[in-house]
């Protein structure tokens, strides 16, 4: 391995005591930040709320570097914060949030050489003909380096960041902590539950054995669906820290805006066809819908599935509650529908109670989408806004706040970025007809 100086990379802070020192700095610059522009607006006779002081863009961009300096599940929550609010958040911040979903920061070689003694062993280099050092993919948890073994197999190589895994459930603790601090949560609401299930969700993906005994097993899944590719495992080189595949070659999914509306259409289809098989037929489902987790190969037109670490297994009862709200949004009754969700548990009695207005509008706002006739265009974002103005409307009132179940929340973040990547893809889909292929799959 040869190094490249250290000034390119930056340094992941792995010991406990050094990951406090950070979240301590960052505290003290958002509440700064936010005294600062209160005063400014005070000045002004302006009589701004603290959930205003704390979504500023100075703010946006301190939390996001400092995340993204931290990597592990600090980074991770951001991540899931940034793409799961979706349209909800102001463009600005959405838009400075998304920096989470790019590349990190890369460790020193140093530091990467450090781990991988640890992993393999002081001749670790011996097992390979190459070792690319310059990793060519950076994310929250770890890096991706390509290297080629002495038969001539191409392979990737994830490593992890030192202390990550250690570090998760003070991680978590630290990003609970920043939003107490802002007061944008009402007390009335109880996150240790959700907390104790990110930690659980975190500790997880951060088992590389695991994701690779996941990696394994879509593989097997999806062989002979021509439409997927899922790497081989190469289980001599994995460990809990280090996880190792075949390399695929492929593009940016994003790329795929590049090709015939035709093509973007029938690669979405097949992303929302995968979506439900795991829903209704694999119970288990891959739940992060980052868009670096799948790539696209332009000459054979099939898709790339990376990244199992955020796979869970699908209770029964929730994929039967999904069908239930399913056949009653293609029922076109409302009541059904709203029926529906609340016994689900995605919305609660006090909502319905005090919004049941503005709850039935936004059902009927995704109805007649759906009643559209001819495809379904992602594409068009026109009825977003009613969405939100009315969401942000119930929203105000923290008394209809509510945390659905928690399994609830990992497939609804799969779907969600899901349809978010059909958006950005401008996709037109049948989709009224792939999810009743799956209901009568299920039946």
């Known amino acids: 391995m040869t190094d490249k100086g250290d000034d390119d990379f930056r340094a992941v802070p792995s010991g406990r005591a050094a990951r406090l020192g950070q979240f301590g700095g960052l505290a003290a610059g958002v509440v700064g930040n936010m005294i600062g522009e209160g ?36 980074m991770k929550m951001g ?70 073994m002495p038969d001539g197999r191409k392979i990737a190589v994830k490593v992890q960041y030192p202390g990550v895994a250690g570090s998760i459930d003070s991680d978590v603790d630290n990003v609970a902590g920043l939003l107490k601090l802002s007061g944008a949560l009402p007390k009335s609401i109880d996150l240790a539950p959700l907390l104790a299930e990110a930690k659980i969700q975190l500790q997880q993906e951060a088992d590389y054995v695991r994701e690779g005994a996941h990696l394994a097993a879509y593989k097997e899944r999806l062989a002979g669906d021509e439409r997927y590719i899922v790497p081989g495992l190469v289980e ?74 955020a796979t869970r297994d699908i209770p ?47 059902i009927c706002v995704i109805l007649g989408q759906l009643a559209s006739p001819g495809d379904f265009d992602f594409g068009d974002r026109a009825f977003v806004g009613e969405l939100r103005a009315q969401g942000m ?21 799969k779907i969600s970025g899901t349809a978010l990547l059909a958006a950005n893809l401008k996709a037109r889909v ?9 209901l009568t799959r299920r039946d």
């Open 79 to 148: 991540q899931m914060i940034s793409m799961d609010a979706g349209d909800i958040l102001p463009a600005e911040l959405s838009a400075i949030l998304a920096r989470l979903r790019e590349q990190a920061t890369r460790m020193p070689p140093t530091q990467l050489n450090e781990v991988l003694k640890r992993e393999w062993g002081e001749n670790w280099r011996r097992r390979f003909k190459r070792f690319e050092p310059t990793p060519v993919a950076a994310a929250s948890i770890g890096q991706v380096h390509r290297a080629e």
């Open 236 to 309: 001599e080189l994995t460990t809990p820290q280090v996880l190792a595949m075949d390399w695929i070659d492929g593009v940016p999914v994003e790329k795929l805006m590049d090709e015939p509306q035709e093509q973007r259409d029938r690669v979405t289809s097949e992303l929302i066809e995968l979506v439900l098989r795991e829903l209704f037929e694999f119970g288990v489902m891959q739940t992060d819908p980052n868009f670096a987790n799948y790539r696209y190969q332009p000459d054979t037109g099939r898709l790339v599935l990376l990244d199992f670490g």
């Open 316 to 362: 029964p009862a929730i994929a039967d509650d999904y069908a239930i709200i399913l056949r009653a949004l293609w029922s076109g009754n409302v009541d059904e529908v709203r029926d529906a969700a609340l016994a689900a548990g995605y919305i609660n009695v006090a909502a319905v109670e005090r919004h049941r207005e503005r709850i039935d509008r936004m």
């Open 39 to 74: 005063a400014k607006r005070f000045a002004r006779g302006e009589r701004p709320k603290a959930r205003d002081l704390l979504l500023t863009p100075g703010n946006a961009k301190r939390v996001a570097d400092r995340l993204s300096h931290l990597r592990g599940a600090a």
């Open 393 to 413: 409307a119930i929203a105000e009132d923290r008394e209809a706040w509510h945390i659905p179940p928690v399994d609830t929340i990992f497939i609804q973040r």
């Open 430 to 438: 049948a989709i009224g007809d792939i999810v009743q292929t799956a």
